[in-house]
């Protein structure tokens, strides 16, 4: 259950835009500077998973649910970049899928994993709930990243990796 959920963040890997249209790599630029603020402490958060304990867990989770509030904020205070609101958006339901994921389906998923003695119906569920929340992260994740590349193409942007670095925190 863990790999499955730990597998998915490679599909944070975001893109950074060459500045071949300087206004729209910049505009480009924010949204993924938005996002990774708030990545490194996901990727963090999933290593607490083998050993964390319930109360460091539920601890990052409430820090990760003010940080995905934070980019709400500063991406819904964006206007759209010459009338394109596509990214901006998909950026937006990115946040907002996390969020969600955040404040309801790992709450239960917590204190299964929190639970080192699980029961083979406890091991099931995680499994089913674990796989239904990455179906629907990877169709997130890949939505966002289609539209990146398409307004990309649209401005004559060259994409580029932007790895994620580790929190320090």
């Given at each position: 259950m863990l790999r499955?959920?730990?597998f998915c963040l490679p599909l944070f890997v975001i893109f950074w835009a060459g500045?071949?249209?300087k206004k729209a790599?910049?505009?480009n630029n924010k949204i993924i500077n938005i996002q990774h603020e708030v990545t490194p402490k996901i990727v963090r958060f999933f290593k607490t998973f083998e050993k964390g304990s319930l109360e460091e867990l539920k601890a990052q989770q409430k820090v990760l649910i003010a940080e995905f509030d934070m980019g709400i904020s500063k991406i819904s205070a964006m206007k759209t970049f010459e009338g394109d609101a596509a990214l901006r958006d998909a950026a937006l339901d990115w946040f907002?899928?996390?969020k969600s994921s955040f404040e309801k389906e790992y709450n239960h998923i917590l204190e299964l994993?929190?639970?080192r003695d699980?029961?083979?119906e406890d091991h099931e569920k995680l499994d089913k709930l674990t796989d239904e929340l990455v179906k629907e992260e990877e169709r997130v994740d890949d939505n966002f990243a289609k539209i990146q590349e398409?307004?990309?193409k649209r401005h004559n942007l060259e994409l580029r990796p932007y790895p994620i670095e580790p929190s320090k925190e």
């Amino acid at each position: 259950m863990l790999r499955k959920i730990i597998f998915c963040l490679p599909l944070f890997v975001i893109f950074w835009a060459g500045a071949q249209n300087k206004k729209a790599a910049k505009y480009n630029n924010k949204i993924i500077n938005i996002q990774h603020e708030v990545t490194p402490k996901i990727v963090r958060f999933f290593k607490t998973f083998e050993k964390g304990s319930l109360e460091e867990l539920k601890a990052q989770q409430k820090v990760l649910i003010a940080e995905f509030d934070m980019g709400i904020s500063k991406i819904s205070a964006m206007k759209t970049f010459e009338g394109d609101a596509a990214l901006r958006d998909a950026a937006l339901d990115w946040f907002k899928f996390y969020k969600s994921s955040f404040e309801k389906e790992y709450n239960h998923i917590l204190e299964l994993v929190a639970n080192r003695d699980r029961s083979k119906e406890d091991h099931e569920k995680l499994d089913k709930l674990t796989d239904e929340l990455v179906k629907e992260e990877e169709r997130v994740d890949d939505n966002f990243a289609k539209i990146q590349e398409a307004f990309a193409k649209r401005h004559n942007l060259e994409l580029r990796p932007y790895p994620i670095e580790p929190s320090k925190e």
